[in-house]
């Protein structure tokens, strides 16, 4: 049995994370920027499952939340970097407002969480970091340069976080989805429409559902995995990049050429 901390727990992955790592057997700290969102979707206070407030961009947050794991706990086995938002839009649409929201919660709130616990990681000599990314960190479609830029960041980041944290017995993995059905797009501030309707769609169309996410998650951790390509749409569109880069290119500019049109 492990003792897990998940943030962005309230919905979308994050939910179908704590409910799947509760179902076999996992002690889960479901965390949300909104406490009473969390305490809805979770089970039972007798449950496996506690909840928090944590937001992300507060480093006073993640303080308090070591300080409970410590007090409660007295170690943590998994943690989980879950929390995040949508963005995108062209070069020249995407403000810098949206630019620098999306490097606070989904960049350096996987920093912030990951430099707040290492400590206690450390420590105790075991454990694992699970990031989640995005297939955008792997695969970089037109109109979806900042979107692109900061889940490729969670990516080094997290690789980096392995190889220093090694030494210690603390593993690390990013997880890397392509679109799947979750309410993600809530989230959104993308002020570029074409590129918000485009993603919206993809979302809603997807065949894949987070729970199915969240188990290859969970398997993923469980083999000790780097990186984590949890869906086939997202492995085919990684492995055409790696064995055919021209390919790659051609396909990626045909999007840029459509997200043309449409914005005619």
């Avoid at 928090?52 to 170690?75: I, K, P």
Wanted: with cysteine; hydrophobic share 45%; aromatic share 6%.
């Amino acid at each position: 049995m492990s003792r897990v901390l998940v943030t962005g727990a309230a919905s979308g992955l994050g939910a179908a994370l704590v409910a799947a790592f509760a179902a076999r057997g996992d002690t889960v700290l479901a965390t949300d920027v909104s406490g009473a969102d969390v305490a809805r979707t979770t089970p039972a206070p007798d449950s496996s499952v506690e909840w928090r407030e944590l937001d992300v961009t507060s480093e006073d947050d993640w303080a308090a939340a070591v300080a409970w794991v410590e007090s409660e706990w007295g170690g943590l086995d998994v943690l989980v970097n879950n929390a995040g938002i949508a963005g995108g839009g062209r070069i020249e649409r995407c403000t810098l407002a949206e630019w620098s929201r999306l490097v606070d919660v989904n960049l350096l709130g996987v920093v912030r969480g990951t430099r707040a616990f290492v400590p206690l990681l450390k420590a105790q000599g075991s454990g694992r970091i699970v990031n989640t990314a995005s297939l955008a960190g792997l695969v970089h479609p037109p109109g979806m340069g900042s979107y692109n830029a900061v889940k490729a960041a969670v990516v080094a980041f997290t690789e980096t976080a392995g190889h220093e944290l090694a030494p210690y017995g603390v593993g690390c993995t990013a997880v890397c989805p392509s679109y799947f059905r979750t309410n993600l797009m809530s989230t959104t501030s993308v002020t570029d429409p074409d590129v918000a309707a485009q993603v919206t769609r993809l979302v809603e169309t997807s065949p894949i559902t987070a729970e199915e996410i969240a188990a290859a998650v969970l398997d993923g951790i469980d083999r000790g995995l780097d990186v984590v390509v949890p869906d086939e749409p997202a492995r085919q569109a990684y492995a055409l990049k790696l064995a055919d880069r021209p390919a790659y290119d051609a396909q990626m500019r045909g999007i840029a050429t459509r997200l043309k049109e449409r914005s005619a």
